[in-house]
Structures are given as structure tokens and as C-alpha cells.
């Protein structure tokens, strides 16, 4: 028996298991496989351990629907601030958490003894296609040209730890993004795939997003997704620095500091209920 507290940013939903007093399950993607399962399983888009650490308070390990590891989870990691919070893991209202895509700082917004939001600090976004990766002969992509079945989109490409596409469509309430999304996901100018955002600029200010998340499908909500669609919107002149991204489990607000070295991210963290499985 195992036990697990699903929580969820926005919509985007995870099972969490508390491994800093207990060891980390074996065959952890098989289980982030069995736990995701929303017939047969708890039900969420992934699974998201919480470990000890050698170099921060904490350490997040991400698995996807498909029991793929990801590097980085902008959703997960407020959860994991408001449960090592509200568990009693710390008392500390800043704390530091490792993650494969490098150490974030978190800063906790409390009230009444429990985290209502969290703002991370999510790092420099990274634009080099190498490093995205992103096959691409442009130093910054901006204009790659991809056709999938009957449509031909331009994305811009931007790292927030995990590959992210983002291309423009003229209504995304109306698009059908399962369609486009599971094509473009693995098109081979993404060597790891990619995190794909269909995004509409609603002004200076404000953009409405959807995303299909490799690995997951569409999901409700993508942290990571949502720092990367306000840095290709400021980069290709369509938006201001500070915006609020619209996702369909609600809003986030990011900001990108103006020596461009940070961006942040500030949202809800929910806790849905607790429980114990057994696998």
C-alpha cells in the first residue's frame, strides 16, 4: 500500500507520493502508468515524487501519463510547495526544490497555515535551438514552417526545461488540438519531441492558450507552457513582459524580468483529497 494525495494546478492534476520518509516505489514509471489511469487508476496526468535532496530543501521527480520521466512540471511544483507546507515538511515560506531542469525557488503565499499560491521562479528561458532542441538552422526559431495532414503552422520554439511549440490560430476555443496535437508532437524536427501551444493574442497584455503536452495529451493547464508562450509572444513583438496567460483550468501570471535572466510564474496550488493504493 501506497500512499498518495492527488492535487492539482489549474486543472492539471498529479498524484503525489511523499518519498523523504519513505523509499522511492520501484518500476516508477509502470506505476505513473497504473496511478495516471482514470478507469482503472486514482486518474491524473502523471505522477510526482517528492525526495530528499542533497542541494535544496526538496527534490521533484515528474513522470507523465505515459510513464515517460520529464524534466521540469510548472503546475506540479507549486503542489509540491503547498504540500511540503501544509504536511509540515517545512516551516520555511521560500524554499529551494531540485528538478532535472536545474534548482527553483519558490515563494509561498500562506494564509490561515495553508498555501493558497505559489510564485516560481522559473529561470532563464532558453532560445538556443540546440538546447531546446529543435532542429533549425535560425539562431532563435521564430518562423519554422511545419505542415501536419491538411494545415501548415509557424511556431516559435522556446526551453522551460522541456521543449515548447508555439504557433498562433485564429479561434484555439474552436480548434481541435487532439487532431494537430499528437501529429506535431512527434514531428522529426523535435529530436525529444515537443510540448505543443496553440495560442491566440487576445491584446498587450493577455493571451488565451491550449496545449497538448507530450506524453499527456491536451491537458487543463501547462506552467511550463505558459512561461514559454509569453516569451515567444514578447519576442515576436506581440505582447508586453507581464501578462496573463488564460488556460482552460484558469489563469497564470507571468512576468520576465527585464534583464530577461528570470521569468516568473504565480498561480494556485489545490489539494483534492488524500488516499492510499495498492499496487
Same mark, same amino acid.
Given at each position: 500500500?501506497?500512499?498518495?494525495?492527488?492535487?492539482?494546478?489549474?486543472?492539471?492534476?498529479?498524484?503525489?507520493?511523499?518519498?523523504?520518509?519513505? #523509499?522511492?516505489?520501484?518500476?516508477?514509471?509502470?506505476?505513473?502508468?497504473?496511478?495516471?489511469?482514470?478507469?482503472?487508476?486514482?486518474?491524473?496526468?502523471?505522477?510526482?515524487?517528492?525526495?530528499?535532496?542533497?542541494?535544496?530543501?526538496?527534490?521533484?521527480?515528474?513522470?507523465?501519463?505515459?510513464?515517460?520521466?520529464?524534466?521540469?512540471?510548472?503546475?506540479?511544483?507549486?503542489?509540491?510547495?503547498?504540500?511540503?507546507?501544509?504536511?509540515?515538511?517545512?516551516?520555511?515560506?521560500?524554499?529551494?526544490?531540485?528538478?532535472?531542469?536545474?534548482?527553483?525557488?519558490?515563494?509561498?503565499?500562506?494564509?490561515?497555515?495553508?498555501?493558497?499560491?505559489?510564485?516560481?521562479?522559473?529561470?532563464?528561458?532558453?532560445?538556443?535551438?540546440?538546447?531546446?532542441?529543435?532542429?533549425? #538552422?535560425?539562431?532563435?526559431?521564430?518562423?519554422?514552417?511545419?505542415?501536419?495532414?491538411?494545415?501548415?503552422?509557424?511556431?516559435?520554439?522556446?526551453?522551460?526545461?522541456?521543449?515548447?511549440?508555439?504557433?498562433?490560430?485564429?479561434?484555439?476555443?474552436?480548434?481541435?488540438?487532439?487532431?494537430?496535437?499528437?501529429?506535431?508532437?512527434?514531428?522529426?524536427?523535435?529530436?525529444?519531441?515537443?510540448?505543443?501551444?496553440?495560442?491566440?493574442?487576445?491584446?498587450?497584455?493577455?493571451?488565451?492558450?491550449?496545449?497538448?503536452?507530450?506524453?499527456?495529451?491536451?491537458?487543463?493547464?501547462?506552467?511550463?507552457?505558459?512561461?514559454?508562450?509569453?516569451?515567444?509572444?514578447?519576442?515576436?513583438?506581440?505582447?508586453?513582459?507581464?501578462?496573463?496567460?488564460?488556460?482552460?483550468?484558469?489563469?497564470?501570471?507571468?512576468?520576465?524580468? #527585464?534583464?530577461?535572466?528570470?521569468?516568473?510564474?504565480?498561480?494556485?496550488?489545490?489539494?483534492?483529497? #488524500?488516499?492510499?493504493?495498492?499496487?
Amino acid at each position: 500500500m501506497i500512499k498518495f494525495t492527488k492535487m492539482h494546478g489549474l486543472g492539471n492534476d498529479y498524484v503525489y507520493i511523499d518519498c523523504t520518509k519513505q #523509499e522511492e516505489p520501484k518500476n516508477i514509471s509502470d506505476l505513473a502508468k497504473f496511478v495516471s489511469n482514470r478507469h482503472f487508476g486514482v486518474g491524473s496526468d502523471g505522477l510526482i515524487l517528492i525526495c530528499k535532496s542533497d542541494i535544496c530543501d526538496f527534490k521533484m521527480r515528474m513522470f507523465n501519463y505515459d510513464g515517460t520521466e520529464a524534466q521540469m512540471c510548472g503546475n506540479g511544483i507549486r503542489c509540491v510547495g503547498k504540500f511540503v507546507y501544509d504536511k509540515g515538511l517545512t516551516t520555511k515560506e521560500e524554499i529551494t526544490v531540485e528538478t532535472l531542469a536545474g534548482i527553483k525557488v519558490l515563494e509561498l503565499n500562506v494564509k490561515n497555515n495553508k498555501v493558497e499560491t505559489v510564485k516560481v521562479d522559473m529561470g532563464k528561458p532558453i532560445l538556443d535551438p540546440e538546447k531546446i532542441p529543435v532542429i533549425s #538552422e535560425e539562431k532563435i526559431v521564430k518562423n519554422l514552417e511545419l505542415q501536419a495532414e491538411d494545415k501548415k503552422f509557424k511556431f516559435t520554439c522556446v526551453s522551460m526545461g522541456n521543449p515548447h511549440a508555439i504557433t498562433i490560430v485564429e479561434n484555439v476555443d474552436e480548434f481541435d488540438v487532439e487532431k494537430y496535437g499528437k501529429i506535431l508532437e512527434v514531428d522529426s524536427h523535435f529530436p525529444e519531441r515537443a510540448n505543443i501551444e496553440f495560442i491566440q493574442i487576445l491584446d498587450k497584455e493577455t493571451i488565451k492558450m491550449r496545449v497538448w503536452e507530450r506524453g499527456s495529451g491536451e491537458t487543463f493547464a501547462c506552467g511550463t507552457g505558459a512561461c514559454a508562450v509569453a516569451v515567444a509572444s514578447n519576442i515576436n513583438g506581440l505582447t508586453n513582459k507581464d501578462v496573463t496567460v488564460k488556460l482552460l483550468g484558469g489563469d497564470l501570471k507571468i512576468q520576465w524580468n #527585464e534583464d530577461n535572466e528570470h521569468i516568473y510564474m504565480t498561480g494556485p496550488a489545490t489539494t483534492v483529497f #488524500e488516499g492510499e493504493i495498492e499496487i
